[in-house]
Nanobody, 119 residues
Framework: QVQLVESGGGLVQAGGSLRLSCTVS????????MGWYRQVPGKQRELVAT???????NYADSVKGRFTISRDGAMNTVYLQMNGLKAEDTAVYYC?????????????WGQGTQVTVSS
């Protein structure tokens, strides 16, 4: 069973920083793209950042220049460094990963971690 476990969320003041981590565990062949998404109540989940397995990163316009996505292949972990946080960054943050297992690829999601930015 493949599992994604996130950590690092919390409460921070506007202008502050947080670092989210997401580790993939279980039995699988390889990880392809990984990413972070966020969702606030009543709205659709939106993309924050993605990173390919050769470290090409893409960001939502709203976080460019403030957030940095990275990954540690040996640790099967993806990170999201969030600087210059704003109240509008408040959301539940979810990581996902495209996992190759049993000769097929599937997308898996973590359980989410709350990020709250006070203004």
């Amino acid at each position: 069973q493949v599992q994604l476990v996130e950590s690092g969320g919390g409460l921070v003041q506007a202008g502050g920083s947080l670092r989210l981590s997401c580790t993939v565990s279980g039995s699988f062949f390889s990880l392809n793209a990984m990413g972070w998404y966020r969702q606030v109540p009543g709205k659709q989940r939106e993309l924050v950042a993605t990173i390919s397995n050769n470290n090409n990163a893409n960001y939502a316009d709203s976080v460019k220049g403030r957030f940095t996505i990275s990954r540690d292949g040996a640790m099967n972990t993806v990170y999201l460094q969030m600087n210059g946080l704003k109240a509008e960054d408040t959301a539940v943050y979810y990581c996902n990963a495209f996992v190759i297992k049993n000769m097929r690829g599937d997308t898996y999601w973590g359980q989410g971690t709350q990020v709250t930015v006070s203004s």
